[in-house]
């Protein structure tokens, strides 16, 4: 059954390591300031040469009120007349962006994030969506893959039926834990009603998917109240779910220097709270997709993966990561071909940089061969828990032995301790391995020596 898993404490304590993500490889950390404009007109270019298909990110900064826990690019603020000035400079890099693309490039997903795209007042959300509709070929017959983040204390009926009439079809909700002494302690007050009354519009407006956001390891969470909340939220039946560990790193993000240290669960708390939700989401009928995701049999991921075309990128699990991804808005990261790139992270400088009619591209990198080779193995051990080596040895012409041979004492240890299967051909992640595919991605990252681990969130 491909979405077992097996729970073995004495394995998760020996591989719970911090490292990346791998949305992208190589990972952001890597990106430096060799990498401007020149280098993404020419992705550009390439990109419409090959008239390869789009997924646009655009990314909304502004929120209401502070999460403590938040480790997103936001501006915090109650002054609704900033959004104003963003949206001219988004709307200017919109522009610049999309003249060196095809109007032929379909854009196959779109997705608002934040911050909170809803901050937006309805006219803004309709100017923008405009905007975009000019310069780039959305699709028009409700098939593409159109998401939004929604905070519910920041909508309503009214706002989910403009972004339904906008085209967006999917939901992303955050909630993160319905305890209020959770909530207080994170600055979070948000009723299961608000969350319930946003699902039931959506569901009633037909939304396709809807995914629910939670986090363990907040200050006051014990096992017991988690347990409560992932009972409720299962009750809601949202097609997928997202259920991420809470990295404490205040030394790099200022809101967590709100959250009191001494509240925060025990390792060994947050393990069992994991542990019950997997059971939990398990029992209901939800599949492990890998690194903190779980769907319904029946969702698009669950059924890529069944047939090996699932794909992680910047937006993580996808059933498009053959498109090349085109980020819009301060901080946000495209993927065009081998090319990297980021837009300016603060603010001022991206609008400033815009309105002097240049890009803010701030810094990227161009793969080279290893990166790109290195990026397919990592792609298929962390979306398919399997890798067959005559495919990479044939894609890559390497013999995949020879190539990796300095690893091949680390993959057998793997193999000893229970985390992988190992033969000639092939290498299969266990089930008692699955929770852990990150460190297994870990031993073929070639960058990762050099980095600060400190960096990085846990495996679990």
């Known amino acids: 059954m491909l979405d077992a898993i ?11 390591l911090a490292g990346p993500r791998y949305t992208s490889y190589p990972t952001a950390v890597q990106f430096h300031g060799q990498v401007g404009t020149f280098d993404l007109f020419h992705a550009l270019r390439d990109s419409r040469k090959a008239l390869r298909p789009l997924s646009l990110y655009v990314h909304v900064p502004f929120c209401a009120n502070i999460c403590y826990y938040c480790a997103c690019n936001k501006v915090i603020t109650k002054d609704r007349g900033r959004a104003a000035p963003y949206l001219q400079r988004l709307e200017q890099e919109i522009q610049l962006i ?41 699709l028009e017959d409700d098939s593409g893959d159109y998401g939004i983040e ?3 204390r920041e909508a309503d009926w009214s706002t989910m039926g403009l972004l339904r009439e906008l085209g967006f079809n999917r939901v992303s ?50 096992p017991e109240n988690f347990a409560r909340t992932v009972e409720e939220v299962i009750s809601l039946q949202p097609d997928r779910l997202s259920v991420f560990n809470y990295a404490h790193l205040p030394e790099r993000f200022m ?25 939990q989401l398990t029992a209901a009928g939800y599949r492990y997709i890998g690194m903190d995701h779980f769907a319904l049999p029946d969702d698009e991921l669950a059924i890529a993966q069944e047939e090996e075309t699932l794909q992680r990128n910047f937006q993580g699990y996808t059933t498009h990561g ?57 792609q298929q051990l962390i979306c398919n828990f399997s890798l067959q080596f005559a495919e990479i040895e044939q894609q890559f012409n390497i013999d995949f032995q020879g190539y990796f041979g300095a690893l091949w004492p680390q993959l057998q240890g793997m193999a000893s301790d229970g985390l992988i299967a190992l033969d000639r051909e092939r290498i299969t992640v266990l089930p008692a391995g699955r929770l852990l595919v990150r460190s297994v991605c870990m031993v073929f990252d070639a960058y990762l020596e050099q980095q600060n681990r400190q960096r990085f969130s846990r495996v679990i």
């Open 98 to 138: 999309a003249c060196h693309l095809d109007p032929a490039q379909k854009v196959e997903q779109l997705h608002f994030g934040g911050g909170t795209p809803t901050f937006l007042s309805h006219d803004e959300l309709r100017q923008l969506m405009a905007q975009l509709r000019k310069h780039f070929n959305l």
């Open 173 to 222: 909700i955050g909630l993160q834990d319905l305890d209020p002494a959770v909530q207080r302690a994170v600055n979070r007050l948000q009723s299961l009603e608000e969350t319930r009354a946003v699902i039931d519009a959506a569901r009633t407006l037909q939304f396709r998917s809807i995914n629910i956001d939670l986090i363990y390891g907040l200050p006051k969470q014990t």
């Open 150 to 152: 929604i905070d519910p």
């Open 255 to 279: 809101p967590q220097r709100r959250i009191n240290g001494n509240e925060l669960p025990a390792p060994a708390q947050k393990l069992e709270m994991l542990e019950r939700t997997i059971e």
């Open 322 to 378: 053959h498109c090349d991804l085109i980020g819009l808005g301060v901080s946000a990261i495209s993927q065009i071909g081998d090319l990297y790139c980021q837009n300016s992270s603060d603010l001022n400088e991206y609008q400033n940089t815009l309105a002097a009619a240049q890009l803010a591209t701030s810094r990227g990198l161009v793969c080279n061969a290893d990166d790109r080779l290195r990026r397919a193995v990592i």
């Open 6 to 16: 097996r729970w073995d404490s004495d394995l998760i304590r020996r591989y719970d």
